[in-house]
């Protein structure tokens, strides 16, 4: 969306915005798109450019120098639901984390991605692996969630799990799963986007576990 905002930035806007960078948009700011429109595409990209200079400069201001904490309280402003990733060692061990950062991508080829940060000690596992899942949680599943993002060795003990076709480590009633290739990791920041070709999935029907602002809720 922010791309389609700023079709048209004047010399003063195209600095001001080119030494922001968010999501590694920075070279798309820099360097907007030509105007490759008919008459409608032009009047179209006025017509968001007037909205998108309001809406952009408040958000950059905000966005300049900020600091990990302020970063953090903003993106908590934006609920999702709770999945657990899971994936296989080379000692076939299950392991896995809580994540929300999950995503879907592309609906064909099917995609999807997780990021998991760069100093979790699992990280290796999903990077070496040639599968992995994700269990999306229901909201009775909300010890799961927790227990998931514990500082742990074995996070699985105790915890019964299944095997989908390619051996990804499958957490009964969850309201659905889907098991992945890795396609691609790219490296983000502190984090490693882990894009997934999914191979199979199964969906249930429940209420969800939510997470929004540090607190776990559900959606029927
Ligand atoms: C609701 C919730 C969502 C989370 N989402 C992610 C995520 O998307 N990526 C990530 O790397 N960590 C995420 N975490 C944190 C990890 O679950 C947790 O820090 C991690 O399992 C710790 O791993 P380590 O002990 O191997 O370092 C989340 C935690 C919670 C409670």
Redesign the pocket.
């Known amino acids: 969306m922010i791309p389609l905002l700023i079709h048209h930035p004047a010399p003063d806007r195209e600095r001001r915005l080119g030494d922001v960078s968010i999501g590694g948009r920075e070279a798309y700011l820099k360097d907007p798109p030509p105007n490759r429109g008919s008459p409608n595409r032009k009047e179209h990209g006025k017509t968001h450019d007037r909205i998108g200079f309001t809406t952009l400069s408040s958000v950059m201001r905000e966005a300049r120098g900020i600091d990990p904490d302020s970063f953090r309280r903003v993106c908590a402003q934006f609920a999702t639901g ?1 999945a657990v990733a899971t994936v296989r060692g080379a000692d076939a061990a299950p392991h896995g ?6 995503t879907s991508v592309s609906l064909e080829p099917p995609l999807i991605l ?4 760069d ?4 990280l290796p596992y999903f990077r070496t692996s040639a599968f992995f899942a994700v269990n999306f949680l229901n909201a009775a599943q909300q010890s799961l ?2 227990a ?5 060795d074995n996070r699985f003990e105790g915890i019964p799990w299944l095997e989908a076709e390619n051996g990804s480590p499958l957490l009964p009633d969850s309201l659905g799963w889907m098991e992945c290739r890795l396609a691609e990791t790219i490296e983000a920041g502190d ?1 490693s986007i882990l894009l997934g070709k999914v191979v199979g999935a199964e969906a249930r029907s429940g209420t969800a576990l939510a ?1 929004f602002n540090g607190c776990y809720g559900q959606v029927e």
């Open positions: 709770v984390l809580t994540v929300n950062s999950f997780i990021c998991i940060g100093l979790c000690q699992i969630a927790i998931f993002a514990e500082r742990t984090h997470y």
